[in-house]
């Protein structure tokens, strides 16, 4: 007997919540317990488990805001009664078993499925593939890059064997969803390619290469990477769609020949393509969301939602600082590693938290959590959007030592080799504009974070210092901080001894 899956209460006062994203498919047999789907509500967002066992068969889309009660899906008990249900919806049911899956099958092939890359995570994007149609690849030799909410990481080849592409770069694919086959050899690879209604590899490449039409603009083109695909990065992508630049046209100058956003922005078009070009259109670009930049709005929209956030800001001379930094850097062989401006500001936020816990605290409905151990996370702007990695047990660490782990880290984050486990458990965030031409800032605090500091840019200006006008360097300092944890009062006591530590750094160093 089927039955009804509806959209459930979250709260004694909640009418109506958003099917945020689904992580199963039409069709899946699913178990009792086992997570459907994630449902935001005014204020969470939270899994949503299967009732029961059965055939799902999906009523509601992702983005769908459903009334408490709607219906947004049915489990059919079997087979038949699925097949009965989708004929009397009047939509199809899937084939038992897709030409893919049954190639797989028949010539008892590997499956390559979109890993599960956090504990939340239910789909990601398949960013580029590092091989091609046909390729023979061995265990451990990456694949491809995978772009989840977070970040982008590269995916490594489960098995040996010869492989059979099915995802597409570019493609948004659920967890657990095939994107790849790895054939044990080429009569089995040759197999696959046919019951999908595809060449193999080896038939595509015997065209002869004088049958290919000559590009009029074979000066500029690039030459493209085995398989015709354009590999080129998130942003590289975005900011070439923001000028209706052809990725075709570009030669990329990052890692196996990537396409990165200092290609875009270089890029010149031949005079003679220009002359016969038409007029650049006037229309409204459409940028894609990336699943990082959804997860960022969503995050960040979420988080002002359901805290009660303010933030304060001083300005600080932070000249000693900048000397003792000159000093540090001098002795940078016998230091082992080169102390930046931000291990220092890190390294004095840290040691703040020693007198003031519930910088380092999250609030619950109940009572608020207040850390014995500072995991600190530290905003990193990529090519691939905004990531928050994060140190762990910093308070336990020398000045040279957390030095060392934020650039470790850092570098970890603009290669696109972070982990799940580095972007997890954070309990303070630093945040950092001195790059830019920032001065004060409001930094966003993440959830179920109590605080966040910010740093704009130092500059030199006119202070007065001792008495008297003179030139020092100035900065601001910014905290936002969740008021339902901390008063004013908290937060002005923090900055007071942050703006001592910073200047006067021989305080912070002897903590």
Not at 210 to 218: E, F, I
Not at 376 to 389: E, I, K, Q, W
Not at 394 to 410: C, F, G, K, N, P
Not at 438 to 447: A, G, K, R
Request: glycine fraction near 6%; hydrophobic fraction near 40%; charge should be negative.
């Amino acid at each position: 007997m089927s039955m009804e899956i509806v959209m459930p209460k979250t709260g004694l006062t909640n009418t109506e919540n958003t099917l945020d994203a689904w992580s199963v498919s039409e069709g899946d047999t699913v178990k009792k317990g086992q997570v459907l789907a994630e449902i935001e509500s005014e204020k969470t967002t939270m899994p949503f488990e299967s009732p029961e066992d059965g055939i799902i068969h999906l009523a509601a889309k992702s983005g769908d805001t459903v009334a408490v009660g709607g219906v947004i899906a049915h489990l059919a008990a079997d087979k038949a009664e699925y097949d009965a249900m989708c004929a009397a919806k009047g939509s199809s049911a899937p084939a038992a078993a897709p030409a893919s899956a049954a190639a797989a099958a028949a010539v008892d092939a590997t499956e390559v499925l979109m890993p599960k890359t956090g504990l939340t995570n239910t789909e990601n994007t398949l960013d580029a593939w590092s091989v091609s149609e046909g390729d023979t690849v061995k265990k451990g030799q990456v694949l491809a890059e995978i772009e989840s909410e977070k970040t982008t990481m590269p995916f490594e080849s489960p098995e040996d064997g010869i492989i059979h592409l099915v995802a597409k770069v570019g493609d948004t694919v659920a967890v657990g969803g095939v994107i790849a086959y790895l054939a044990a050899d080429k009569a089995g690879y040759e197999a696959a390619c046919a019951a999908r209604g595809m060449k193999p590899a080896a038939a595509a490449e015997s065209v002869p290469a004088a049958a290919a039409p000559v590009p009029t603009l074979a000066a500029q083109a690039p030459v493209a990477p085995k398989g015709g695909r354009i590999i080129a990065s998130p942003l590289a992508r975005k900011r070439a769609a923001a000028k209706g630049i052809d990725l075709a046209l570009l030669t990329g100058t990052g890692p196996g020949g990537r396409i990165v956003a200092k290609d875009v922005e270089a890029y010149q078009p031949a005079a003679t393509a220009v002359s016969r070009a038409p007029a650049a259109s006037r229309e409204p670009v459409r940028i894609p969301l990336t699943p990082i930049r959804k997860a960022i709005a969503r995050n960040m929209f979420n988080s002002l939602r359901t805290m009660a956030q303010t933030s304060d800001s001083v300005e600080i001379d932070v000249t000693d600082l900048m000397n003792l930094r000159k000093k540090l850097v001098e002795k940078q062989e016998l230091l082992g590693t080169k102390i930046t401006i931000n291990d220092l500001l890190s390294y004095a936020a840290v040691k703040m938290i020693q007198t003031h816990p519930l910088a380092n605290a999250s609030y619950t409905d109940t009572d608020i959590i207040s850390y014995p151990y500072v995991n600190l996370s530290m905003a990193v702007a990529t090519d691939y959007g905004l990531t928050s990695p994060v140190v762990r047990d910093a308070d336990q660490m020398s000045l040279v030592e957390l030095s060392r782990a934020l650039h470790e880290i850092t570098v970890k984050a603009r290669d696109k080799k972070l982990t799940a486990d580095d972007q997890r458990d954070g309990t303070f965030t630093l945040t950092n504009m001195g790059i830019f031409p920032v001065d004060d800032f409001n930094p966003i605090l993440p959830s179920p974070q109590s605080c966040i500091i910010g740093f704009g840019r130092c500059v030199e200006k006119p202070a007065v210092y001792q008495g008297e006008i003179c030139i020092r360097t100035m900065m601001v300092l910014s905290v936002t901080y969740d008021h339902r944890v901390f008063d004013g009062g908290e937060v002005g006591s923090i900055m007071k001894t942050m703006k001592e530590y910073l200047e006067n750094p021989e305080l912070f160093l002897v903590q």
